[in-house]
Structures are given as C-alpha cells and as structure tokens.
C-alpha cells in the first residue's frame, strides 16, 4: 500500500466514525440539540477535524440518509427480484425486511423517527429527511395499490392503508428496540409470525 492509499484509507476511516458518532448523538439527545462540537466531544476531535468532511450537521444528516436510504433500496430491491404475482405476499415480504433492518440499525430508527416525515406528489409516495426526499416506499406503495386493484380491500384510500400498516409496524419496532428485557423470540421469528398477524387481517375476504 503506498502512502497515498494509506492517507486515503485513513481518511475514510475517520469520516466513517464521524458518521457513526453522529448518528449516536443525533438518536440519543435529538437532531436539533446536538452541534457538531457536540459530535466531536464524543469522538475526541476538534470541531474543525468534522469540518473537514462536512460543511454542517445538514451536511451530515444528508451523508448518513443517503447511505441509510442506499442500504435499504438496495434490500428492497433484492426482496423483489424474487419476484412473485401476489401483492400481499411481496408486500410481506418487504415489510419483513424493513422490521429487521430498523431492528439492527436502533440508532437510525431512533433518528428517522423523529425527523422524517412522508409526502405524496403526482401517486408518488416519498420519505423527506431535512433537504432531501426518498421513495424507498414506494415499493410497499405499488403492492398496497396492486392489492386494492385486485379487491383485497374495502378500503380503497391506499395512502391510509399504508399508514394503518406502518402504525403496526412502528409499534412492534419501537417495542423491541425500548423494552429488551422482555423475553422475546428471536427477532426474524418474532417480526414473521407478528406478520402472519396483520396480514391474515389484509386478505381479501373468503380468502382464509
């Protein structure tokens, strides 16, 4: 490795562990009351190390979104490339895939939660998160709507679909991430048979 490659490799380093630590100080004590002195209290650097790779906390809310919201299309994406006609069962499917990531990133949860709000614009469901939007959801936006179109539903207001489930879902997320204590199964286990729950209520009726 050359010197340059070195200089290059602990550069990366270092900004990957302001992103961590920020992500930590954002989730534990709030996006707005944390400064980036406040940040690199907690990575014992200067403030002015931060500034080297980024600009201000929007700065750096934008780093770690991208990169979250990178993650989980990514995750999507291999859910459905395994294709599939039914919509409830992709739909599950992603939804399941969304609980364990949340699951194994509590801080991001924590942040996304707080911050992040939903808009719809032209049949397009996004995410926005400070100057930035993502539709990451809109995967779980086309199976609601494929399903009302195939009669899963009296309901036909997809958008309030979407919302009774990511309440449930939000629910049983928030539950393990604050109450460890309580015996639970194991998370894949536990989040697929809470499923089984909820979508057992989402099919179409008759349809046992």
């Known amino acids: 490795?050359?010197?340059?490659?070195?200089k290059k490799s602990e550069s990366a380093r270092l900004k990957q562990k302001i992103l961590d630590a920020a992500l930590k100080v954002f989730a534990e004590q709030g996006y707005d009351k944390v400064s980036m002195r406040k940040i690199a209290a907690v990575i014992d650097y200067s403030a002015t190390?931060?500034?080297?790779?980024?600009?201000?906390k929007e700065d750096l809310l934008g780093a770690l979104s991208a990169g979250t919201y990178g993650d989980l299309a990514a995750r999507f994406e291999k859910v459905k490339s395994k294709g599939g006609d039914?919509?409830?069962?992709?739909?599950?499917?992603?939804?399941?895939?969304y609980i364990l990531f949340c699951l194994e990133r509590s801080d991001m949860y924590r942040l996304f939660s707080d911050i992040a709000v939903f808009e719809i614009e032209d049949g397009v469901l996004y995410e926005r998160l400070g100057d930035s939007r993502y539709r990451v959801y809109q995967s779980w936006f086309g199976c609601i709507r494929q399903a009302i179109e195939d009669g899963a539903w009296d309901i036909k207001d997809e958008m309030r679909v979407f919302h009774y489930l990511w309440d449930a879902v939000d629910g049983f997320i928030d539950n393990r991430i604050r109450h460890?204590?309580?015996?639970?199964?194991?998370?894949?286990?536990?989040?697929?048979?809470?499923?089984?729950?909820?979508?057992r209520g989402l099919r179409p009726a008759g349809n046992e």
């Open 1 to 6: 490795m050359t010197i340059q490659d070195r």
């Open 180 to 199: 460890t204590r309580i015996p639970r199964k194991p998370p894949a286990e536990d989040a697929a048979e809470y499923l089984d729950l909820i979508f």
């Open 49 to 56: 190390t931060i500034y080297r790779f980024f600009r201000n």
């Open 86 to 97: 039914d919509p409830l069962v992709q739909l599950k499917a992603l939804v399941l895939e």
